[in-house]
């Protein structure tokens, strides 16, 4: 039965605007998460991994690019399962603009009631994170996942057979790693949201959601 470990995107343009990206493709690392993806490489190189499965999206393969280029005979996969929420209209906007929306109270304390205007509704996503642990669950590990916030926060959430609703208790900041180990009938969380660098906690504020094409001048080591 496989460890899988979930990485989180460094630091995204959008992260340090405050905006809620979603599934949009053009949101980049920001310079400082360009810094973390390449800190995050001797890390993961400490770890022999069986397969990667990434999100589609760039900010995550930005994010596991210096990792890849000097381990290019790891199976590397993209994963459509592994994608960001689907915020709908709601992509693309601020938080402090969203947190002031009637509906941000469901978003926040009534999830799975809730479906993003014109995007997926938080059962969807639950859905399709549950199919992807059954799935994971029948293969080899240590098995690297690099994904999103929402998508680590309900696979731990799923992982530990969590309703929906509570999927928020946890926390998955840029470039921070969680790790599970799925067993035949059950999953334990190993860590969460650990960071190679991290400093003293100084603050928390709470959960949220969410969380030039440089790719152009990487070598494309993912397939489709």
Not at 62 to 68: D, E, K, R, V, Y
Not at 75 to 94: A, C, H, N, P, T
């Amino acid at each position: 039965m496989p460890i899988i470990y979930l990485l989180r995107h460094a630091q995204s343009v959008a992260n340090t605007k405050g905006i809620l990206a979603g599934q949009d493709d053009s949101v980049e690392l920001s310079k400082e998460g360009f810094k973390q993806a390449k800190a995050l490489s001797p890390y993961l190189s400490s770890i022999k991994f069986a397969k990667i499965y990434s999100s589609p999206l760039t900010r995550c393969l930005q994010t596991i690019a210096p990792f890849m280029q000097s381990n290019q005979k790891i199976d590397f996969q993209i994963s459509q399962e592994l994608i960001e929420m689907d915020y709908g209209v709601w992509s693309g906007k601020r938080l402090s603009v969203l947190s002031k929306d009637r509906k941000w109270r469901i978003v926040q304390q009534k999830p799975s009631t809730f479906t993003f205007p014109e995007g997926e509704s938080f059962r969807q996503m639950r859905k399709r994170v549950d199919n992807l642990i059954l799935r994971l669950s029948k293969e080899k590990g240590p098995i690297l996942l690099v994904t999103h916030g929402d998508i680590i926060k309900m696979i731990l959430a799923s992982s530990l057979s969590l309703p929906i609703d509570r999927f928020q208790s946890f926390v998955a900041e840029p470039a921070s790693i969680s790790t599970i180990n799925i067993e035949k009938n059950s999953a334990t969380v190993l860590q969460s949201n650990y960071k190679i660098n991290y400093s003293v906690i100084k603050s928390f504020t709470g959960n949220q959601l969410g969380g030039g094409n440089s790719l152009a001048n990487v070598a494309k080591w993912w397939r489709a």
